[in-house]
């Protein structure tokens, strides 16, 4: 019995965001690699200096940064998953590198390496999903990377605490957490160009009939005659067409054109903003923080162990309520939430130190819950797929950057002013909530070539509009599957004049496409 059209579509995005898993781990291990008693004899004197020491942190995320200058290239130029397979291909002569370090400098190559190819399965796994999502589950699409990143941490999480506590003082006590970070990367290296490619791409590169099959494959058991494939095509080419009357796409339209530099720059904030609520400073230095707090080193990896189960849940929890929630919700709600946690958290450490119990767990729960996964599923969806890549690419550098930036200030801050830094996260938090509150769009439910209309018709203050609310998120689909939608214009400006859309009605559309 073949599967239901959007059970494949997710387990293909699935798979597709394997790649996240060596992020997550990448992410997890290096915390509880750092304090390995010969893993600092083997790194030599040099890593006792602190900006040294947190270079190796950092680089990795310079290596991110580097891997969006090729990613726009590759993937327009070879397609979502060719690109994909070729950052995991980097990926495992980084990890190899770390694994085998001798040396600091062997350290930073590895570390370097393992970050350009994760900066592009983390740019390009977003993008392929959204491009072969139904409307309705692109947001449970796109936000399996984050859920993956999760599994990634929780690995490594358990797998260095293990290590520590039986391998204690030996080579393999960091060695073989380092190894197993090249695991998940041979299956997406081998198996990836399996998967059906973007049919936005390939209709993009002037291949329609190749997209007409890759849609009725991923949307209607190989039915290239479905009402909703033919529909989905026909609303692509009208995409297509009116691209090509403009031309094509270089670097400057994406800063000339109001509707693109609008949407880059809430995606650039998106993706910045998220790491001023502190995620990464807790991450990266989740053992420094919680020594400077009286923790014994045993009792900081469980709550490092600890924290990666919350965070699974969180991710998971996003995963199943992001299409019925919608964007702007759970991004304002954590926001608030997140910054409150770190006021609290910075109380009870600043009065009790060293017997505040896990104080990051609430924390980690509302970022991987509600901020996280958007910061990675937003940006995907609200580009063109004629600039999708591109944009990504600028939109991803801003993570990187940010990412960067708190890995080297983080030390020295804790070493200058301890949990006071906490209180810079807490504010930055509130306003980070206050901005999307005011100047975000809801995308839930809205079809990808929509999303011109949508940026140039929505006000720029979005409270009071009807883009401050998420449509129905079977609304697209239900245009597309009756023929009533118009292209390019935004959901419920349909043929038959219903105006805005409600969820009266949408499960039993739900039956009829999805099951």
Excluded at 41 to 50: D, I, K, L, V
């Amino acid at each position: 019995m073949p599967l239901p059209p959007k059970v494949y579509t997710w387990l293909c995005g699935l798979f597709a965001s394997l790649g996240s898993i060596i992020f997550g781990y990448d992410l997890g291990v290096i915390a509880g690699v750092l304090p390995a008693p010969d893993f600092k004899e083997r790194m030599g004197p040099r890593y006792n200096n602190s900006n040294l020491f947190g270079l190796i942190t950092s680089i990795f995320v310079l290596g991110c940064f580097a891997g969006m200058f090729p990613v726009a290239y590759l993937a327009d130029k070879l397609g979502r998953r060719k690109t994909i397979q070729f950052g995991a291909a980097v990926y495992i002569v980084g990890g190899a590198i770390q694994t085998g370090a001798m040396n600091l400098d062997m350290m930073y190559a590895g570390r370097f390496f393992a970050g350009f190819g994760v900066g592009i399965v983390s740019d390009l796994a977003p993008i392929y999903q959204a491009e072969i999502a139904h409307p309705s589950i692109r947001g449970r699409l796109t936000t399996l990377q984050q859920f993956m990143l999760g599994i990634g941490a929780f690995l490594a999480s358990w797998i260095t605490f293990g290590c520590s506590n039986n391998l204690k003082g030996s080579q393999a006590e960091w060695r073989i957490p380092l190894g197993i970070q090249i695991t998940p990367a041979i299956p997406l290296i081998l198996f990836i160009l399996l998967l059906p490619e973007s049919p936005r791409w390939l209709a993009e590169r002037g291949r329609i009939d190749e997209a007409r099959a890759s849609l009725a494959r991923l949307h209607a058991h190989g039915n290239i005659d479905d009402p909703f494939v033919i529909a989905q095509v026909e609303d692509i080419k009208a995409d297509i067409n009116k691209s090509k009357d403009i031309g094509e796409a270089p670097w400057s339209e994406l800063f000339t054109v109001p509707s693109n530099l609008r949407r880059l720059s809430l995606g650039y904030i998106l993706q910045f903003s998220v790491q001023m609520t502190g995620v990464s400073a807790i991450q990266y230095y989740s053992t420094t923080i919680f020594t400077t707090l009286g923790f014994t080193s045993d009792r900081i990896l469980l709550f490092q162990s600890i924290n990666s189960v919350i965070a699974l849940i969180g991710e998971a929890c996003c995963v199943m309520w992001i299409d019925h929630t919608g964007r702007r919700r759970p991004l304002i709600v954590g926001n608030v939430v997140s910054g409150l946690s770190f006021v609290a958290g910075s109380v009870l450490m600043a009065r009790y130190p060293g017997t505040v119990n896990n104080p990051a767990a609430h924390y980690i729960f509302i970022i991987t819950a509600c901020i996280g996964p958007l910061s990675w599923a937003y940006p995907a969806e609200i580009f063109s797929t004629r600039t999708r890549a591109k944009s990504t690419a600028i939109t991803s550098s801003s993570s990187w950057l940010s990412n960067f930036f708190i890995a080297q200030v983080t030390p020295h801050a804790f070493a200058k002013i301890g949990w006071k830094f906490y209180l810079v996260f807490a504010i930055c938090s509130q306003t980070n909530a206050l901005f999307i509150w005011a100047f975000f769009p809801e995308t839930t439910g809205r079809r990808l070539e929509e999303m011109d209309a949508v940026f140039t018709e929505c006000p720029l203050f979005v409270p009071g509009t009807k883009y401050a609310r998420a449509v129905d998120r079977h609304a697209g689909e239900r245009e597309l599957q009756e023929g009533i939608f118009v292209p390019g214009a935004p959901t419920g400006n349909t043929i038959g004049g219903r105006g805005d859309i409600e969820e009266k009605g949408s499960s039993e559309y739900y039956e009829k496409v999805n099951e």
